[in-house]
């Protein structure tokens, strides 16, 4: 199946400072990444669609000043958390659609960084 | 609005017996898509079995199946001979199909299954 990475894993990092994640798709080209965040013991939640050569479409609710999406490449999304505080401490998720064909037009996930802010 | 609703947060299972998992959905679409996705410990969320609004037949994977029953607006997982590796988080989802420009998922809460030796 398709493949989706994360970079990095796990984060630490001081309050007030920004931590940039990356998502690849490895072997194909994902021209739509989405981001999630996930609490301890909670749901996925939508954070945003990252289109490849355009802006992010934000859901309700997120900060697009604070979580700067940029889909530089057809294989590349980051996720920057600006000035971080310790409520931003989650379990991030990118995934990726695989182009038209692919059945079901199932995303693939990344295997998540879990970020914590001190 | 939509909505997916899992009511189990958590299950158990004995090893080599079969569970399902449920889920309920609410949505005005003609057109959607239900998602079975399995979280372990590790993170990282896992495709299981897909079910398309205008499938006929109950779609199967291996040791998964979904129990669909569209009148009623429900989706249920059933796992057939429980392993300990299926001890896991399990969440139901739906894509919503707007005409291909975005593929956005809504996930329930979530079931976490213990398979007891």
């Known amino acids: 199946g398709a493949v989706v990475s994360q970079h990095p894993s796990r984060v630490i990092c001081k309050s007030g400072t920004s931590v940039k994640i990356e998502c690849r798709s490895l072997d194909f080209q994902a021209t739509t990444m989405f981001w999630y965040r996930q609490f301890p013991k909670q749901s996925l939640m939508l954070m945003a669609t990252?289109?490849?050569?355009?802006?992010?479409?934000?859901e309700q609710g997120v900060e697009k000043d604070k979580f700067l999406i940029n889909h530089a490449s057809l294989t590349l999304s980051t996720l920057t958390v600006t000035s971080a505080h310790p409520e931003d401490s989650s379990f991030y998720i990118c995934?990726?659609?695989?182009?038209?064909?692919?059945?079901?037009?199932?995303?693939?996930f990344g295997p998540g960084t879990r970020l914590t802010v001190l | 609005a939509q909505k997916i609703t899992q009511t189990q947060p958590g299950m158990f299972v004995q090893e080599k017996e079969a569970v399902t998992l449920d889920c309920t959905y609410d949505t005005s679409d003609q057109s959607y898509g239900l998602f079975w996705y399995k979280q372990p410990s590790s993170g990282e969320m896992i495709f299981l079995i897909y079910?398309?609004?205008?499938?006929?037949q109950n779609a199967t994977e291996g040791r998964y199946s979904l129990n669909f029953q569209k009148a009623r607006k429900s989706a249920n997982l059933v796992i057939s001979a429980s392993q300990l590796g299926d001890s896991a988080m399990y969440f139901c989802a739906m894509r919503r199909w707007d005409g291909g420009a975005t593929n956005k998922l809504i996930f329930g809460t979530g079931t976490l299954l213990a398979v007891q030796p």
């Open positions: 990252s289109n490849e050569g355009s802006k992010a479409t934000y």
């Open positions: 079910q398309g609004s205008y499938d006929e």
């Open positions: 995934s990726a659609i695989r182009p038209p064909g692919a059945p079901y037009n199932e995303q693939f």
